[in-house]
Nanobody, 123 residues
Framework: QVQLVESGGGLVQAGGSLRLSCAAS????????MGWFRQAPGKEREFVAR????????YYADSVKGRFTISRDNAKNTMYLQMNSLSPEDTAVYYC????????????????WGQGTQVTVSS
């Protein structure tokens, strides 16, 4: 089992940047495939990015490709999401999640979730 805590959210102007962190505690963080998801008011939770357990592979939603970068440091039990060129459409609560099994974009594959961190982008 793993516990996840996100941080780094906040208010930023359009065009700005933020770096989210997801700190994990518990066993075997390095064995989990990890993902970032987000949920805007009135919308369903959507996939943002995912990263292979070793960090070797990454995958992004089309809406963030080229602007966001997912990474992880298994020695620090931490995953990151560097977000650049932010727009108001990126405003949402961002969640990190851990999957002990499949490397997937589907939220149903992720067993463990953080509490979320709010990102607000003003125009």
């Amino acid at each position: 089992q793993v516990q996840l805590v996100e941080s780094g959210g906040g208010l930023v102007q359009a065009g700005g940047s933020l770096r989210l962190s997801c700190a994990a505690s518990g066993r075997a963080f390095s064995t989990y495939n990890m993902g970032w998801f987000r949920q805007a008011p009135g919308k369903e939770r959507e996939f943002v990015a995912r990263i292979w357990w070793s960090g070797e592979y990454t995958y992004y939603a089309d809406s963030v490709k080229g602007r966001f970068t997912i990474s992880r440091d298994n020695a620090k039990n931490t995953m990151y999401l560097q977000m650049n060129s932010l727009s108001p459409e990126d405003t949402a609560v961002y969640y990190c999640a851990a999957s002990p099994g499949r490397y997937s974009s589907g939220p149903q594959e992720y067993n463990y979730w953080g509490q979320g961190t709010q990102v607000t982008v003003s125009s």
